[in-house]
């Protein structure tokens, strides 16, 4: 059984797809990819990589908190860049939230992104308790 999962303290959905999912039986979490957009004003944070992935990982995080879980719960994340020559300073703020017992983690370049932004990342958790 699945539980979809909403928040208003994270983006919304730009588009048919739902910010989490919660697979009930397995007791885990799915949360789509999240962009840098502010939850309040829906406009792209202003800035480089290191703006961007701050507010991609706290949207990460107001899902995952959504769900029942956190970021010590996650166990997999998928990081997709626009630049790989941005990968140092996106590692630089990743590691500042994953800072101990990091989950396992691809990362790969592509060519365009939703709304342009220079990252995006979803995440694979476990639910807390």
Same mark, same amino acid.
């Given at each position: 059984? +699945?539980?979809?999962?909403? =928040?208003?303290?994270?983006?919304?959905?730009?588009?048919?797809?739902?910010? $989490?999912?919660?697979? @009930?039986?397995?007791?885990?979490?799915?949360?789509?990819?999240?962009?840098?957009? !502010?939850?309040?004003?829906?406009? /792209? /944070? +202003?800035?480089?990589?290191?703006?961007?992935?701050?507010?991609?990982?706290?949207? %990460?995080? @107001?899902?995952?908190?959504?769900?029942?879980?956190?970021?010590?719960? %996650? *166990?997999?994340?998928?990081? #997709?860049?626009?630049?790989?020559? !941005? #990968?140092?300073?996106?590692? =630089?703020?990743?590691? @500042?939230?994953?800072?101990?017992?990091?989950?396992?983690?691809? $990362?790969?370049?592509?060519?365009?992104?939703?709304?342009?932004?220079? *990252?995006?990342?979803?995440?694979?958790?476990?639910?807390?308790?």
């Amino acid at each position: 059984m +699945k539980k979809i999962i909403s =928040t208003d303290k994270a983006p919304k959905a730009i588009g048919p797809y739902s910010q $989490a999912v919660v697979l @009930s039986g397995q007791k885990l979490v799915f949360v789509s990819g999240q962009i840098a957009m !502010d939850p309040v004003s829906g406009e /792209i /944070i +202003k800035g480089g990589i290191t703006e961007q992935t701050k507010q991609v990982l706290k949207n %990460v995080e @107001s899902v995952l908190q959504a769900a029942g879980s956190d970021l010590l719960h %996650v *166990i997999k994340t998928t990081v #997709f860049l626009k630049n790989m020559n !941005d #990968f140092v300073a996106m590692n =630089t703020v990743y590691e @500042s939230f994953f800072s101990s017992d990091p989950p396992a983690r691809a $990362a790969v370049e592509v060519a365009r992104l939703p709304k342009d932004v220079l *990252i995006e990342i979803e995440v694979i958790a476990e639910l807390a308790g």
